[in-house]
């Protein structure tokens, strides 16, 4: 019942977001803000050519490589230090800092360095993504229950049992939590760095757009992006309702509406 | 012939480190001894705040020692440095705490068979133990269930498996009855009890309940209020099998319950 009331809810918040910008466009004309409809025919045109397809692939792949060179050792780095309380203290300022620092600012040297192919794209993705999710999963393996380990000691469980049945475990939904704040960040990582310098990518389609005042091609790049979020968290949280299965129903269903 | 103690306490003391710049707390437990026979079921009663966790957590290897000796199978076991502490003594002081410890992504079958994975010992005869164990205990049915979704008794008696699964010597119980109702808790008595008959464990089992302490043990400690030491030691000569339901009325209860009351003031 609820679920249906959501969805209709929804499209009314649609509608009516589309109605604002329909009028928008009207009364700016369509040089400066191109219309719903114009956007909508271009996404569905260059997605049938395979233009879009193709920029929005490399702009997943940027994005995946980057998540994937970021996130695993940011995942990693809290267990190697879980027994080492000394150097976290070490370098948790350097952390917050690397934390705090505008990553999009690097996204010039990150070119300078590593050329404006997609090694740039994938340094600036991997470090947006390193700091939001290691210190989700730092926070994750410092609320473990001390209990549960003197537990499995008695037991009999050796350190790497330990950190990989009741650490790890106990750390998965901080990793998640982590990863759905750092998906979104990894897209426009990417894309932000398309837009700098790249001859590929939806960055470079909105760069390109707005270069021969198209809006409407700008609109239809932007609206891709939007999608592939939506479709990444939409993976994020279905494959965290597989892992956390155990969890009670109440903590999953809060998040779990789509 | 009197068989050598399988555990032996000798004048054990425990303080906590004092905080910087503080006076030292005081012993939590000072010039405590006792010994256990193999096979025995010792209870250990003390009012709340007594050490007896304290003394547990030496014994489990949890905790350092500070003064005293704990010799385990004739071997002294204790340590005074945190780092050298071998929890559980190579497996063989198992632990039943207050807290049932169950790993919240664990079903009950896998939290049962938790040790038993850890020590390598995961095979057809020892899961077939641990099932006969999940039976006993009246949890068939719910062996696929995750702990969220059994009710207090249940997570008590999956903890309580869980110990005996990979069938440790020695166990030590914390209060594991502490925090649920009477009904549940005489039941969860009984089914100890049964376990208890066809393993014949050496068991310490820490309560602040006397009728606890008579209804399970062969032999009870009472425990003094802090520095902890042994105030009293009563033999429980009511014979075995054991009803829980109706210990009350069994010859000697009465008796038995009033010098253990009065040890405690």
Redesign the interface.
């Known amino acids: 019942m609820t679920r249906w009331r959501t969805i209709t809810d929804r499209l009314i918040v649609l509608v009516i977001i589309l109605a604002a910008w329909q009028i928008g466009s009207a009364i700016v004309g369509p040089y400066w803000l191109s219309s719903p409809w114009a956007v909508t025919s271009r996404f569905v045109a260059q997605m049938l050519s395979g233009e879009l397809v193709r920029h929005s692939g490399y702009t997943i792949w940027e994005s995946v490589c980057g998540a994937i060179a970021g996130g695993v050792p940011a995942v990693l780095l809290p267990f190697l230090l879980r027994r080492h309380p000394l150097m976290v203290a070490i370098l948790d300022p350097f952390m917050v800092g690397g934390y705090g620092a505008p990553k999009l600012a690097f996204a010039p040297l990150f070119i300078l360095w590593f050329g404006i192919g997609i090694e740039s794209k994938i340094a600036l993705v991997a470090s947006v993504v390193f700091f939001i999710v290691y210190f989700n999963t730092l926070a994750g393996v410092r609320a473990l229950d001390p209990k549960l380990v003197q537990m499995a000691q008695i037991a009999g469980a050796s350190e790497r049992h330990v950190a990989r049945h009741i650490v790890f475990p106990a750390a998965v939904p901080y990793i998640f939590a982590g990863l759905r704040i750092a998906v979104p960040y990894a897209i426009g990582g990417a894309i932000i760095a398309e837009l700098i310098s790249s001859n590929r990518g939806l960055g470079y389609l909105v760069q390109t757009g707005a270069m021969n005042f198209d809006t409407t091609s700008v609109f239809a790049a932007i609206l891709a992006a939007t999608l592939i979020v939506h479709g990444a968290n939409w993976m994020v949280n279905a494959s965290e309702r597989v892992l956390l299965r155990w969890r009670p129903q109440t903590a999953v269903m809060v998040d779990a509406g789509d | 012939m009197a068989q050598p103690p399988l555990l032996e306490i000798k004048d054990l003391g425990k303080r906590f480190p004092a905080r910087a710049g503080r006076e030292p707390p005081p012993w939590v437990i000072q010039g405590l001894s006792f010994a256990v026979r193999p096979g025995e079921f010792l209870t250990i009663i003390g009012p709340s705040g007594a050490g007896k966790s304290t003394l547990l957590n030496m014994i489990?290897q949890?905790d350092t020692v500070t003064a005293g000796e704990i010799v385990f199978d004739g071997q002294a076991v204790n340590s005074h440095d945190p780092r050298t502490l071998q929890?559980?003594v190579?497996?063989r002081?198992?632990?039943v705490?207050q807290?049932d410890?169950l790993?919240?992504?664990?079903?009950t079958i896998d939290n049962v068979l938790?040790?038993i994975e850890?020590?390598g010992r995961l095979n057809d005869e020892t899961k077939a133990h641990a099932e006969m164990l999940v039976r006993a205990v009246g949890l068939a049915g719910y062996e696929r269930y995750?702990p969220?979704e059994l009710s207090g008794g249940m997570r008590k008696r999956a903890a309580l498996i869980?110990?005996l699964a990979?069938d440790p010597p020695m166990i030590l119980m914390d209060e594991p009855f502490g925090a649920v109702d009477a009904q549940t808790r005489m039941q969860l008595q009984a089914d100890l009890l049964k376990l208890w008959e066809l393993g014949r464990k050496t068991i310490i089992f820490v309560t602040h309940d006397i009728t606890e302490a008579i209804a399970l043990g062969d032999r009870a400690l009472v425990l003094s209020r802090q520095p902890a030491r042994i105030a009293a030691e009563h033999a429980i000569p009511i014979p075995r099998p054991r009803n829980v339901q109706d210990i009350f009325a069994l010859e000697g209860f009465a008796a038995i319950y009033e010098r253990i009351r009065a040890a405690i003031q």
Not at chain 2, 103 to 107: I, V
């Open positions: 489990a949890i929890p559980g190579d497996r002081i198992g632990y705490t807290d410890n790993l919240p992504w664990r079903t938790f040790p850890v020590q995750y969220h869980r110990t990979y």
